[in-house]
Antibody, heavy 114, light 111 residues
Framework: EVQLVESGGGLVQPGRSLKLSCAAS????????MAWVRQAPTKGLEWVAS????????YYRDSVKGRFTISRDNAKSTLYLQMDSLRSEDTATYYC???????WGQGTLVTVSS | DVVMTQTPPSLSVAIGQSVSISCKSS???????????LHWLLQSPGRSPKRLIY???NLGSGVPDRFSGTGSQKDFTLKISRVEAEDLGVYYC????????FGAGTKLELK
């Protein structure tokens, strides 16, 4: 059974950092491009960042460039999102997903507030 | 950036009715490999999204054949034949040809 399990969310003050993790199982993680997608409360889905299967290339939406870093450890089948200089508008549920959306995690809530 | 325009924003349907959702892209979604990376997802209330259709018309694993996808280039449609109660939720189109973009969603509700 395919599983993506996110962790690391929580309440954080503006300007602080948080690191999300996504543990994958049930499929060959190293074969898949992966992505982080977020959903602000009552809003739609928004792509945040993507990474190639080797980790050699990364891509970001403009609003998070220079603040967020996506990475992966294929030996551990784990995807990461380092989030620095957090803003209130980053408040959302963050989902780990394979590119194209075949697999999704349950999401982890990040709340940025003082 | 690619903009995905999804219509209508909401639909009110009776069980057993058929419905269609439109998704139009600001650019062609044909990739250099000749494939079109346009997908349809359903987010049921309180749940994570689930992929229904990938690459325009291919049914995802375990997805009933009441769902079908058509289209090409910049113009795509999801059709649901004989809506069932479990089909209610928000439908999103998504493209992964040019990075990753989602439509705004179509909320399917019971009439």
């Amino acid at each position: 059974e395919v599983q993506l399990v996110e962790s690391g969310g929580g309440l954080v003050q503006p300007g602080r950092s948080l690191k999300l993790s996504c543990a994958a199982s049930g499929f060959t993680f190293s074969n898949y491009y992966m992505a982080w997608v977020r959903q602000a409360p009552t809003k739609g889905l928004e792509w945040v960042a993507s990474i190639t299967n080797s980790g050699g290339s990364t891509y970001y939406r403009d609003s998070v460039k220079g603040r967020f870093t996506i990475s992966r450890d294929n030996a551990k089948s784990t995807l990461y999102l380092q989030m620095d200089s957090l803003r209130s508008e980053d408040t959302a549920t963050y989902y780990c997903t394979s590119r194209g959306g075949a697999y999704w995690g349950q999401g982890t809530l990040v709340t940025v507030s003082s | 950036d690619v903009v995905m325009t999804q219509t209508p924003p909401s639909l009110s349907v009776a069980i057993g009715q058929s419905v269609s959702i439109s998704c139009k892209s600001s650019q062609s979604l044909v990739y250099s490999d000749g494939k079109t990376y346009l997908h349809w997802l359903l987010q049921s209330p309180g749940r994570s999204p689930k992929r229904l259709i990938y690459q325009v018309s291919n049914l995802g694993s375990g997805v009933p054949d009441r769902f079908s996808g058509t289209g090409s280039q910049k113009d795509f449609t999801l059709k649901i034949s004989r809506v069932e109660a479990e089909d209610l939720g928000v439908y999103y189109c998504a493209q992964t040809t040019h990075l990753y973009t989602f439509g705004a969603g179509t909320k399917l509700e019971l009439k």
